[in-house]
């Protein structure tokens, strides 16, 4: 059974477009949900981990701008801005029983190719 | 920061042969997990072992908390196993896994 749905699976960005991404939890006994990005042939990086409905956090890193926000109990959103032209984003979200010690759990994950 | 070392970077197999790959971190870890990375980016937990040893099927995790390690062992290697494998230790008080660069498997018939 899946976990995690994330839709779409890739999306090409037109320069200067902003992207938003959704996840979508099947199951509620795992609420501590977590964003994580990937640059091509790099490492997968955390971003944020959002457990109730109306956290929001907001991170820039080089290449990007990232606003994550958990809208309800099985929904999180990550919205990318302002990616440097030319590069390949994975970004993928997490689901988790507890705040630490348990098996997380990943969604397929979107791939983003900045135009 | 927690660092992560996995090694070898990449391993080349001939199918049925044993695969044995490392993972060394820079901080005490609660949790420890590892993952298959498809070439497609999706990542399936395999094992989550933050000490001592766990068997699942034909692949073995061994790790040492006091030396910050940990091991992977794959059996009896088959093609579909090929892929990237990624060590990822959480510190406790958090949900942050951080990712080692991976061991990349090749397995040929």
């Known amino acids: 059974v899946t976990l995690l749905e994330q839709n779409p699976r890739w999306r090409l960005v037109p320069r200067g477009q902003a992207v938003n991404l959704r996840c979508i939890l099947k199951n509620s006994q795992y609420p501590w949900m977590s964003w994580y990005q990937q640059d091509l042939q790099k490492q997968l990086q955390w971003l944020f981990t959002?457990?109730?409905?109306?956290?929001?956090?907001v991170k820039s890193l080089p290449g990007a701008d990232y606003l994550a926000t958990r809208v309800t109990d099985t929904e999180l959103r990550l919205q990318v801005a302002n990616m440097s032209q030319g590069r390949t984003l994975y970004c993928t979200c997490?689901?988790?029983?507890?705040?630490?010690?348990?098996?997380?759990?990943f969604g397929p994950g979107t791939r983003l190719l900045v135009l | 920061g927690q660092q992560v070392q996995q090694s070898p970077s990449s391993l080349v197999l001939q199918e049925g042969e044993n695969a044995e790959l490392q993972c060394n971190f820079s901080s005490t870890a609660t949790q420890l997990q590892w993952f298959y990375q498809s070439p497609g980016g999706s990542l399936v937990s395999l094992l989550s072992n933050p000490s001592g040893t766990k068997h699942t099927g034909r692949l073995t995790s061994t790790t040492v908390t006091k030396e910050r390690r940990s091991s992977l062992h794959i059996s009896s290697s088959q093609t579909t196993d090929s892929g990237t494998y990624l060590c990822?230790?959480?510190?406790?008080?958090?949900?942050?896994?951080?990712f080692g660069q991976g061991t990349v498997l090749s397995v040929i018939p």
């Open positions: 959002l457990r109730s409905p109306g956290d929001k956090e």
């Open positions: 990822a230790p959480s510190t406790g008080g958090n949900n942050k896994l951080t």
């Open positions: 997490s689901a988790e029983q507890g705040a630490n010690q348990d098996t997380q759990y």
